[in-house]
């Protein structure tokens, strides 16, 4: 069965822009949350999307976004991009939201410059 | 409101000798706890998961972790270590029901030396 994938892996972008992340889960899985990781911050966790709705979101401003598709895949949006938006970007998908086991994609590794 | 420190942030140990790496968490609901393994360039990987059941969890490569609810415990333990084993760990807790995602400590990054 093929894990969680992510595209792209590496992106670099210019402060203001606006960036679209992309996450399959793995077949069957219809949860999908994102975590963003960084030095200084760690591992924090951005928000939940199952059956397209968003579930849950973290302590994050309102420039962070996702969304969730009939397939189960998810995007996620930063606008107007901070230098400090430069971070490891993770996806991880779980069976349902009550399986507490979930399983993470490589992630997409972001530089604003 | 869940919370988890991971004592030390580097750990270093000789390749054969006991690996110990530390948790401490604080939650207001039985917890759900985890141990992933991130290498490099890499996303993570769950190395073993306690979800009320036996104390004494066993996971991948010769894990293994402690519940201790006494003491708000889940420290991780391998009886000898290898070369590989040498990458960042972080231990993690979710409430059930997973409310508010996986909570994670800021990581340990273990030191294997030769």
């Known amino acids: 069965k093929a894990g969680v994938t992510q595209t792209p892996r590496y992106l670099i972008k210019t402060r203001g822009q606006q960036v679209t992340l992309s996450c399959s889960p793995i077949s069957g899985h219809r949860s999908v949350s994102w975590y963003q990781q960084t030095p200084g911050q760690g591992l924090q966790f951005l928000f939940e999307y199952f059956s397209e709705t968003q579930r849950n979101k973290g302590n994050f401003p309102g420039r962070f976004s996702g969304r969730q598709f009939s397939n189960s895949r998810s995007e996620m949006n930063v606008s107007t991009l901070e230098l400090g938006d430069s971070a490891l970007y993770l996806c991880?998908?779980?069976?349902?939201?009550?399986?507490?086991?979930?399983?993470f994609g490589p992630g997409t590794r972001l530089t604003v410059t | 409101a869940q919370s988890v420190t991971q004592l030390g942030s580097h750990v270093s140990v000789s390749e054969g000798a006991l690996v110990l790496l530390r948790c401490n968490y604080s939650s207001s609901v039985p917890p759900y706890l985890f141990w992933y393994v991130q290498y490099p360039n890499q996303g993570l990987q769950l190395l073993l998961k306690y979800t009320s059941a036996a104390t004494l969890v066993k996971g991948i490569n010769g894990f293994e972790a402690e519940f201790k609810k006494s003491e708000t415990s889940f420290h991780l333990t391998k009886p000898s270590a290898h070369m590989s084993d040498a990458a960042e760990y972080f231990c993690a807790v979710s409430s059930r029901g997973g409310a508010d995602g996986l909570t994670f400590g800021k990581g340990t990054h273990l030191i294997i030396q030769p």
């Open positions: 991880a998908s779980s069976l349902s939201p009550a399986s507490y086991e979930q399983y």
